[in-house]
């Protein structure tokens, strides 16, 4: 059983920027790859990002290319998404994602077998 924690959400005006973290439970952390995804209220969850268990390769949606980044430290089993340049409609519960593979992710919800809680991101004025 893989366990994940994100953290970093708050509140933050457009234009601005903030970086969640994702930290995993076990050992091993380094054969998972990792996914983030948001879902706003009233919407269904949308993929974001991912990046492979080595951290070489990662996908971006269309809607937060060349603004956010997603990298990885598996000395430290976490996961990272820093958002710049964030918009309102950023606003969302943001959950992070693991499959254990050494194939390229996807931002496909159905592909992941662990969840976290979610942290909440909310861009406003």
């Known amino acids: 059983q893989l366990l994940l924690v994100e953290s970093g959400g708050g509140v933050v005006q457009p234009g601005g920027s903030l970086t969640l973290s994702c930290t995993g439970s076990r050992d091993r952390f380094d054969s998972y790859a990792i996914g983030w995804f948001r879902q706003a209220p009233g919407k269904g969850r949308e993929g974001v990002s991912c990046i492979r268990h080595s951290g070489f390769n990662a996908r971006y949606s269309d809607s937060v290319r060349d603004r956010f980044t997603i990298s990885r430290d598996n000395a430290k089993k976490t996961v990272y998404l820093q958002m710049n340049s964030l918009k309102p409609e950023d606003t969302a519960v943001y959950y992070c994602?693991?499959?254990?593979?050494?194939?390229?992710?996807?931002?496909?919800?159905?592909?992941?077998?662990?969840w976290g809680q979610g942290t909440q991101v909310t861009v406003s004025t």
């Open positions: 994602a693991a499959r254990h593979s050494s194939f390229e992710c996807t931002n496909s919800t159905t592909w992941y077998n662990y």
